[in-house]
Structures are given as C-alpha cells and as structure tokens.
C-alpha cells in the first residue's frame, strides 16, 4: 500500500510518467496517515542550508549585499549596487531558520476548487502564496486567505499593471488583500526586470503608505537552489514560483504543507481541472518542468519530509 516510493522514484528518472498508474498508487496512498519524518527533514534541511540559507540570503538584504556591491543577475551581466538601491533593502533577513511551526505554501493549481481547505491554510502560522492569487471570498473557502508572504513574477506588473506607468492605484488597491505580507520580487532576475518593474512596485508601496514590506530575491540564492535541485534530478530552464516558495519554506519552517500543487488535466479521482483554481490560462509551453517538480515532491511527500494535500479538507 505504502511502497508508492518505488514508483515515483522510476518515474522521476525515466521522466515519461504513467498517469493512471501513478494517480492510482497516490490515491491508495491516501489510506496511510502522513507523518513527518524528523530524521529526513532534518536531513533535507541541513542540505539546502548548506546550499542556500534562506535565513540569510532569501532576500537582497544590507547585511548581505552592501551598497557598492556587483551583484549578478540571475541571467546577463551584473548591477552595481547604488546608494539609493542600497537603501531598499531592509537591514537583515525578516526571518530565521525554523521560526515557524506549521507552514501552508499554496499553489495556483485547479486541484484548489472545492478542497473546503480554507481553515485549515489559514490556521497554519505562515502562509506562502505565489504570483498574488485571488483571495477573496468567492475563493476562500479552498484557498483561505491569510497570507504571509506573496510573490509577484514580472509579467503580472507588465501585462495587469501597464508596467506600472500609468495610474498607480490599481497596483495599490490590488495589493490590499494580502495585508502586511511580505511582497515579494525576483528583481534580479534580469536586467529589464529592475528599475522598470520590481524597484516601481516598491515605490508604489512606500508612496501609498501600504503597511505590506517589499523585498526582493537575492539572485545567487535562486541560482544555488536552482544547483541543488539540479544535483536531485530537477532540470527547467527557470524553476517555478512554486518550488522556489517550497524550497524556503523548508528552511523558514518546520513542518511543510503544500495546497494547490498538482501538475495534471485531471485530479488524482480523473476529474478534469482548469490550470488554475480562478482561471484555465495555460502556462507557456518549455518554461517550467511542472510535472517533473511535483514528482519530486510526492517522493519527499513519501518520505515524510512535507505534506502534499490533494484531497478534500474533512
Ligand atoms: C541523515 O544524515 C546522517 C548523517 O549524514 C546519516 O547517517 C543518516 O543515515 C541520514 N538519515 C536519513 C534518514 O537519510
Ligand atoms: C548562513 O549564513 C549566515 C551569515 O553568513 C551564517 O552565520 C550561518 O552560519 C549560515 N548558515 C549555514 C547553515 O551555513
Ligand atoms: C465544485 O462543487 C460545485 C458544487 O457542488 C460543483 O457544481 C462543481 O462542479 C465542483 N467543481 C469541481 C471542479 O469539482
Ligand atoms: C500583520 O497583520 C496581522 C493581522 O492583521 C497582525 O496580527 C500582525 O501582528 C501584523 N504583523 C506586523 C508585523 O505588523
């Protein structure tokens, strides 16, 4: 019943997965009541803070890039580190390692839609959304909507926000139902993603006196994780939002919990899903490698290290 392990792990080399085979192990799977396995955690944990140290580097931070710094984009050349950009970042990382018991990372999935999963992510002690997701209340029954930490990829402030070149409010008003969560920016991810975007949303938020922090990652802490998830078999041209927010999250907190993670047309039952739980836009073909990342977390689900939910909340 449990050997689900075996499966996944030839799945993730042969990379050619066979989804009815697979859905039906993790739908046996289900029967055994996941428990955290401390010893593997802190395995896991160890390795990616020797790699990546997120309570330290997850963000650019004064402690950790000082003003004059050359800083490397993740991709194309490096940026000089100015007075001026110097003085938005915050002094230090806003978080520690382990700072946090239970912690909810929910992702975009379809997989979110009548999950009744609401309570149970909002009564985690910190909650990781990606790409600033609707919370409200049509939604809030799956998704909940405590948030605690909130990315934003650069194509949203282009396409949704004109860039944030025109009126500013929209940007502002948007950003209100994530309270004062951390908002958060891969403004050095390239070049053209800096001042034109990630450094105006920070504007944006000092001039309306929002009470959200923005920060921005540090670029070589995405770069090292990228490395680590290479060395465990996780190629893609760009890792996803998703797996970046797991991947601190194994550090930030001790017990992991993932919502809204499952790369497939139809949930693990056969049901059709649209791609997201408020809309079925479709991600850009070749840029991310979804169902590759998630075979790689049902084995860490299978080795007690974080829990994926994929079932109805009871
Ligand atoms: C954890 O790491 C220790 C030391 O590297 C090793 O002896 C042990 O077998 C590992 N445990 C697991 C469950 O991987
Ligand atoms: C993380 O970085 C900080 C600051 O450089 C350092 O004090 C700490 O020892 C590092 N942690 C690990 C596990 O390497
Ligand atoms: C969600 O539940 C509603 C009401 O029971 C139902 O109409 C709808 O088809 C369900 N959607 C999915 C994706 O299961
Ligand atoms: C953020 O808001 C929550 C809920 O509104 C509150 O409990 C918490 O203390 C606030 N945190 C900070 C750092 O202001």
Redesign the pocket.
């Known amino acids: 019943m449990c050997l689900f392990c075996v499966c996944v792990c030839v799945c993730v080399r042969a990379c050619r997965v066979n989804t009815s085979e697979l859905f039906k192990k993790w739908r046996n799977m289900q029967v055994c009541k996941w428990e955290q396995n401390k010893e593997e955690t802190n395995n896991f944990t160890m390795s990616l803070s020797q790699c990546c140290n997120a309570s330290s580097f997850l963000f650019t931070t004064k402690r950790n890039t000082p003003s004059g710094t050359k800083l490397r984009y993740e991709i194309g050349g490096s940026l000089v580190i100015s007075p001026e950009i110097f003085k938005m970042f915050p002094d230090d990382m806003p978080y520690s390692r382990s700072e946090f018991k239970r912690c909810a990372v929910v992702g975009n999935g379809?997989i979110n839609?009548?999950s009744t999963c609401g309570k149970e992510i909002d009564s985690a002690d910190f909650v990781f959304r990606c790409n600033i997701p609707p919370v409200s209340d049509k939604y809030s029954a799956d998704v909940g909507s405590k948030t605690n930490f909130v990315t934003i990829n650069p194509s949203i402030i282009i396409k949704r926000f004109q860039k944030l070149e025109k009126w500013r409010r929209p940007f502002y008003e948007a950003l209100q139902s994530y309270g004062n969560a951390s908002i958060v920016l891969p403004a050095f991810y390239q070049r053209k993603y800096t001042d034109s975007n990630s450094f105006r949303a920070k504007y944006v938020v000092d001039d309306f006196r929002s009470p959200a922090g923005v920060f921005f990652f540090h670029p070589q802490y995405l770069l090292n994780m990228q490395l680590f998830w290479k060395l465990q078999g996780v190629h893609a041209n760009r890792l996803s939002t998703g797996l970046m927010l797991v991947t601190a999250a194994m550090e930030l907190c001790e017990e992991v919990h993932l919502y809204g993670f499952w790369a497939f047309p139809t949930?693990p039952a056969g049901?059709?899903?649209?791609n997201h739980y408020y809309d079925d836009v479709k991600a850009k073909p070749g840029v991310h490698a979804m169902p590759h990342e998630l075979l790689h977390f049902l084995h860490m689900h299978t080795r007690g290290i974080l829990h994926i939910h994929t079932q109805p909340c009871s």
């Open positions: 379809g839609i009548n949930n049901v059709s899903i649209t």
